[in-house]
């Protein structure tokens, strides 16, 4: 058992409030990650796990017991650092021992755990090799074997692959997920990129100056974002986000830009938010004849292989519509934009998120 859970926690560096009465349970098991901008604390929650830092209020407990007062060795949870590189005059094999020859953990015993995680990392075939033989991917397995290899009750890892090329990154985040499955470890994992939350955590906790607004799944946040903080967090190109206003057949945007007949909206919105995706666009000419869009200019069109990012210059606002495949659209063309009422988001006074 590897929950690891926060209790009011907060952390102070002087005046800084580096960590702001965080509370939060990750499950055992679990592949949990931190995303939030630089300096919203994400690297304090870690050392707060690890124990290299003690909370100034709060408890935290880890397998049920509170650690508040436990030294690291005790907790006995494994930080992988930002460096996952090998080295280069020792072969795949004894990169991977190194942690445990460290440890003077007996040789049998070493001998099972190294033979263990080289199947589940598909690295028998290749432990002979010196890292020189190797490629990236394989390299980055290596790695992440001999990270994995003690056998900790939870693992941390502070923005690990970050470093890497984007290619490497996207591969290296595929392996780090179905790893982290296979070996049924709780994980606990930082990042400042948010395509990578998305796609690895089972759950995501976001930071703001050292405060948790919102915890979930991926999706969930996603698709509920609690607040414009959150709903501008997630996604790319970002949500558009215009000044609401009453109209006749029920909320638009305040300059006219987009309508959108729902009965349902909120009546206290200050805000509504429109997902690029959400956004259709169609030639003003078939919609003129009777539809419900609004007219909007071309911009810009970004053709991006798969979908296309197009920029709308409509009444006083720029939005952004993200289109499948590449639709022939031009700059300056005139189109039609419109949103369906169950894809809108609402947004009140202080930015957080209204139900419909
Ligand atoms: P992140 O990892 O999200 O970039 P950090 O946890 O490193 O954020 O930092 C959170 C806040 O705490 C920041 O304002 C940072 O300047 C401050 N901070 C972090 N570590 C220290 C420290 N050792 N001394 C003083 N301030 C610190
Ligand atoms: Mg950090």
């Given at each position: 058992m590897a929950d690891i859970v926060f209790r009011n926690v907060t952390k102070r560096y002087g005046k800084t409030l580096a960590v702001d009465d965080a509370s939060f349970a990750v499950n055992d098991n679990e592949f949990f990650c931190f995303f939030g901008?630089?300096?919203?604390g994400k690297s304090t929650i870690l050392r707060l796990v690890l124990g290299l830092e003690t909370p100034d209020a709060g408890e935290i407990l880890i397998g049920g017991r509170p650690?508040?007062?436990?030294?690291p060795a005790e907790r006995n949870v494994a930080m992988v650092f930002q460096n996952l590189a090998l080295?280069?005059?020792?072969s795949a094999l004894d990169n991977v021992r190194f942690p445990l020859v460290e440890r003077r953990v007996a040789e049998v015993e070493i001998k099972r755990r190294v033979a263990d995680v080289a199947a589940k990392l598909h690295i028998g075939h290749i432990l002979h090799k010196p890292p020189g033989q190797l490629s990236g991917g394989e390299r980055q397995r290596v790695a992440i074997a001999r990270a994995l290899v003690r056998d900790p009750n939870a693992y941390l890892m502070d923005d690990?692959?970050?470093?890497?090329?984007a290619r490497l990154r996207e591969e290296t985040r595929v392996e780090l997920k179905r790893i982290q499955r296979e070996l049924g470890k709780t994980l606990i994992y930082v990042t400042h990129d948010q395509e990578e939350a998305m796609s690895v955590a089972d759950r995501i906790a976001i930071l703001e100056d050292g405060r948790i607004r919102q915890i979930g799944a991926p999706a969930e946040i996603y698709d509920r974002p609690a607040s414009t903080y959150v709903a501008r967090l997630l996604g790319s190109p970002m949500m558009n986000i215009l000044k609401s206003a009453r109209g006749e057949a029920g909320v638009e945007a305040a300059d006219g830009t987009i309508r959108i007949a729902d009965?349902?909206?909120?009546?206290?919105?200050?805000e509504i938010g429109l997902r690029p995706e959400d956004i259709k666009v169609r030639p003003w000419l078939i919609e003129a004849d009777g539809g419900s869009g609004r007219p909007a200019r071309v911009f810009e069109v970004e053709p991006l292989g798969g979908y296309t990012v197009v920029t709308l210059a409509a009444g006083q606002a720029r939005l952004k519509a993200l289109l499948r495949g590449q639709p022939d659209i031009r700059p300056d063309a005139m189109v039609a934009i419109s949103c369906e009422p169950a894809r809108v988001h609402y947004f009140g006074q202080s930015g957080g998120a209204l139900a419909r």
């Open positions: 901008p630089p300096l919203s650690v508040n007062t436990m030294s080295f280069p005059h020792m690990p692959i970050s470093a890497l090329d009965k349902a909206a909120p009546t206290d919105a200050v």
